[in-house]
Nanobody, 123 residues
């Protein structure tokens, strides 16, 4: 089983960019599909993006399509979330998670979670 550590969060002005990274330990990283979720204050955690084990397929929440891009480098055991044209409503704690199999939008299906990284977008 992998362990996940997110990094790259911070404070950015609206319209700015950030790149989140999620580093995985363990040799089985390339067998997992990976997802990013976020939780804003007072709200439930929601799906943001997912990528299949090979990187061939990606999926996005409607609210982030065209602005956020998920990618992975299996040689580096890392998944990324490039965030462009950020909006104040993107403010949240962002979590990466690893999925063996199941529905990629359902957080209950994910096997392993990171500790999260805070993203704050000022207006």
């Amino acid at each position: 089983q992998v362990q996940l550590v997110e990094s790259g969060g911070g404070l950015v002005q609206a319209g700015g960019s950030l790149r989140l990274s999620c580093a995985a330990s363990g040799r089985s990283f390339s067998t997992y599909h990976m997802g990013w979720f976020r939780q804003a204050p007072g709200k439930e955690r929601e799906f943001v993006a997912a990528i299949t084990w090979s990187g061939a397929d990606t999926y996005y929440a409607d609210s982030v399509k065209g602005r956020l891009t998920i990618s992975r480098d299996n040689a580096k055991n890392t998944v990324y979330l490039q965030m462009n044209n950020l909006k104040p409503e993107d403010t949240a704690v962002y979590y990466c998670a690893a999925l063996t199999s199941g529905f990629y939008k359902s957080e209950a299906e994910y096997d392993v979670w990171g500790q999260g990284t805070q993203v704050t977008v000022s207006s």
